[in-house]
């Protein structure tokens, strides 16, 4: 069975997380020490033991979950289950990206954490706190919704920010443009409008200054082609080339996360028949399973969940 690995983007983060591989595996210790050192910070600690507040974060959310999401694939990978053999395709969600390339081998760990924390900062930076905001759309139809979007906008910004799974859609802009696209919403019949617990307008056109930043910092990384193909977020399709992969890392930061045609990618012309989450949470698996239910989807992010899977693989 052809499979792909996926990894979890922003939200999916959880005090606690991690603890048990760090208990557990020499390997996930090592990732975690050394996420710290590149950072200069025990995020490692603020992982495990909190505040909940402090590790939402942007800036330190996204190095966390990479940190999980890491972990995770080398500790598989002492168990035999190696990505490069396993794996056709990588794919993740918004900062998964960093997460699916770290694995894959395309820049180190230290720099995979020391660009998602730029990133983190940057995107945090992009628009003052109060200005931008985010909002879930549920029950209502891509094109409605881009029709819904363009008419909220009017002189400000109001994107579609992630196209997450039929009838779950995020838009990202400035604050009265995003509340006054959930009433239009509301009226043509979205079963529910709900803003988003967020500090930014993450994947809006609000975003370019931390764009930028990122253009800036990703010219600085040695990168190298991935150890099996991406399935980027901005196109939905799989591109193994150094050269493209920043060029779309630098695109995604205000682009849109297409999450929905990435998946179907996958399951259709890639052939996956298998996707297995791999960090923190299952929110891919259950996306995976609104897009295709035929998919089979399964999360490892505990080592019940690498035992049983291993178990899975040599049943």
Same mark, same amino acid.
């Given at each position: 069975?052809?499979?792909?690995? +996926?990894? =979890?983007?922003?939200?999916?983060?959880?005090?606690?997380?991690?603890? !048990?591989?760090?208990? /557990?595996?020499?390997?996930?210790?090592?990732?975690?020490?050394?996420?710290?050192?590149?950072?200069?910070?025990?995020?490692?600690?603020?992982?495990? $033991?909190?505040?909940?507040? +402090?590790?939402?974060?942007?800036?330190?959310?996204?190095?966390?979950?990479?940190?999980?999401?890491?972990?995770?694939?080398?500790?598989?990978?002492?168990?035999?289950?190696?990505?490069?053999?396993?794996?056709?395709?990588?794919?993740?969600?918004?900062?998964?990206?960093?997460?699916?390339?770290?694995?894959?081998?395309?820049?180190?760990?230290?720099?995979?954490?020391?660009?998602?924390?730029?990133?983190?900062?940057?995107?945090?930076?992009?628009? =003052?706190?109060?200005?931008?905001?985010?909002?879930?759309?549920?029950?209502?139809?891509?094109?409605?919704?881009?029709?819904?979007?363009?008419?909220?906008?009017?002189?400000?910004?109001?994107?579609?920010?992630?196209?997450?799974?039929?009838?779950?859609?995020?838009?990202?802009?400035?604050?009265?443009?995003?509340?006054?696209?959930?009433?239009?919403?509301?009226?043509?019949?979205?079963?529910?409008?709900? =803003?988003?617990?967020?500090?930014?307008?993450?994947?809006?056109?609000?975003?370019?200054?931390?764009?930028?930043?990122?253009? $800036?910092?990703?010219?600085?990384?040695?990168?190298?082609?991935?150890?099996?193909?991406?399935?980027?977020?901005?196109?939905?399709?799989?591109?193994?080339?150094?050269?493209?992969?920043?060029?779309?890392?630098?695109?995604?930061? /205000?682009?849109?996360?297409? #999450? /929905?045609?990435?998946?179907? #990618?996958?399951?259709? !012309?890639?052939?996956?028949?298998?996707?297995?989450?791999?960090?923190?949470?299952?929110?891919?698996?259950?996306?995976?399973?609104?897009?295709?239910?035929?998919?089979?989807?399964?999360?490892?992010?505990?080592?019940?969940?690498?035992?049983?899977?291993?178990?899975?693989?040599?049943?």
């Amino acid at each position: 069975m052809k499979r792909a690995f +996926t990894f =979890p983007g922003q939200g999916s983060q959880v005090v606690g997380m991690g603890k !048990e591989l760090d208990d /557990t595996y020499q390997e996930a210790r090592n990732v975690f020490e050394e996420v710290d050192a590149a950072l200069g910070q025990k995020l490692s600690m603020l992982m495990f $033991e909190g505040p909940d507040e +402090t590790l939402r974060l942007t800036e330190n959310a996204q190095p966390a979950l990479m940190a999980v999401s890491v972990a995770v694939v080398r500790v598989l990978a002492s168990r035999g289950v190696r990505l490069a053999d396993h794996a056709a395709f990588v794919a993740g969600h918004s900062l998964g990206e960093y997460s699916a390339l770290c694995a894959a081998g395309t820049f180190s760990l230290a720099d995979a954490a020391r660009l998602l924390k730029t990133r983190g900062l940057a995107m945090q930076k992009a628009v =003052p706190v109060g200005e931008g905001a985010m909002a879930a759309i549920l029950g209502i139809d891509f094109d409605a919704l881009s029709d819904i979007a363009a008419a909220a906008a009017l002189d400000q910004v109001c994107d579609i920010a992630n196209d997450n799974a039929p009838g779950q859609i995020v838009i990202s802009g400035h604050k009265a443009a995003v509340e006054r696209a959930m009433e239009l919403a509301r009226e043509k019949g979205a079963r529910r409008a709900l =803003p988003l617990p967020v500090s930014a307008p993450f994947h809006s056109r609000l975003m370019a200054p931390a764009a930028e930043i990122m253009h $800036e910092a990703l010219a600085t990384i040695a990168m190298h082609a991935p150890t099996v193909p991406l399935v980027a977020n901005v196109l939905a399709r799989p591109i193994s080339d150094p050269a493209e992969i920043r060029k779309r890392l630098v695109e995604q930061v /205000t682009g849109m996360v297409r #999450w /929905t045609q990435c998946v179907a #990618w996958l399951t259709g !012309e890639g052939g996956v028949g298998q996707l297995v989450e791999l960090g923190a949470g299952k929110v891919l698996s259950g996306l995976a399973k609104r897009i295709n239910p035929e998919a089979a989807a399964v999360s490892i992010g505990t080592p019940a969940d690498i035992d049983a899977y291993v178990a899975a693989l040599s049943a």
